[in-house]
């Protein structure tokens, strides 16, 4: 049973206890909300994905099947949208991040910086007739990159900060999800950011971060309860009390912080993009 940190029946409560937690912690913290506690911390990618099956009598690996060929459809987003967002030196890290944004599927995760905007996406479209309740997940993304499995070249010395990607070829890129059942992060996820603007208002207003993460995942445990060797553990979640969901929406509009300032207004030529590479992407089988 997953053990929850806090129970929040108001904005109030929210915004003390994240003071709180800040003033204690010596690490910076990333926030992501879930408007169903049944929810895993899977990306999009892979939540049709399926273990594949084998009727050989052999021994073989954890693999999974069923999800989309995520490369070629990013490099595809690229192609269409290319020059037009106003940058020339992208990555293909930089265009997931956009194409996530836009509702492509892709095995990062996005999380914020900003505690509110995860309270949104917690309580947005949440229906009480459900027998779950909202939640907002916390993450140490330091801790998380310790206990992953990459590591700088020289001296196998450990990564204990989100990683900027700024830098990063696009080979690399296609070095690390070549094989989305064997990724150098392994099955713990990888703390990933850009500094660079992207002119993305979803990505801005949202104060966007990421975690990478493969097909491949421990269904026994929730990954970011896991502890690192001092027993602080990687996030953990606050529970958000479901009978105080319109109270804390009305608050939050009281600060301006909406469905149209999260989003946007206007569906942007880069949506329209996004749909249509998703529709003619490919998957694995």
Request: hydrophobic share 35%.
């Amino acid at each position: 049973m997953y053990s929850y940190k806090n129970e929040i029946n108001n904005l109030n409560e929210y915004i003390n206890y994240i003071f709180t937690l800040k003033n204690s912690e010596n690490c910076e913290l990333w926030y992501r909300g879930h408007r169903n506690s049944e929810w895993k911390l899977r990306p999009t990618l892979f939540r049709e994905a399926v273990k594949k099956q084998y009727n050989d009598g052999m021994v073989h690996p954890i693999e999974y099947i069923n999800y989309i060929d995520f490369v070629p459809e990013i490099e595809n987003f690229r192609d269409k949208i290319k020059g037009k967002i106003g940058k020339t030196k992208l990555n293909l890290f930089h265009y997931t991040f956009i194409g996530q944004h836009y509702g492509l599927k892709t095995p990062i995760l996005d999380w914020s910086t900003d505690p509110l905007v995860a309270l949104f996406f917690a309580l947005y479209e949440f229906n009480i007739a459900e027998d779950t309740f909202p939640l907002v997940y916390v993450l140490r993304p330091s801790i998380l990159n310790k206990n992953s499995a990459i590591v700088y070249t020289e001296g196998d010395e450990e990564i204990e900060e989100p990683f900027n990607i700024d830098n990063i070829n696009d080979e690399q890129f296609k070095e690390w999800f070549k094989n989305l059942n064997n990724t150098p992060f392994s099955m713990v996820p990888f703390a990933v950011k850009s500094e660079i603007d992207l002119r993305s208002h979803r990505i801005s207003r949202q104060s966007g971060v990421f975690t990478l993460h493969e097909a491949r995942f421990d269904s026994s445990v929730n990954w970011i309860s896991k502890e690192d060797n001092d027993g602080t553990k990687i996030g953990f979640a606050i529970k958000i009390n479901p009978n105080s969901v319109g109270l804390i929406i009305n608050q939050l509009e009281a600060l301006n912080i909406t469905y149209e300032t999260i989003y946007g207004k206007e569906v942007t030529k880069i949506q329209e993009y996004a749909n249509e590479v998703l529709k003619k992407s490919e998957r694995i089988l």
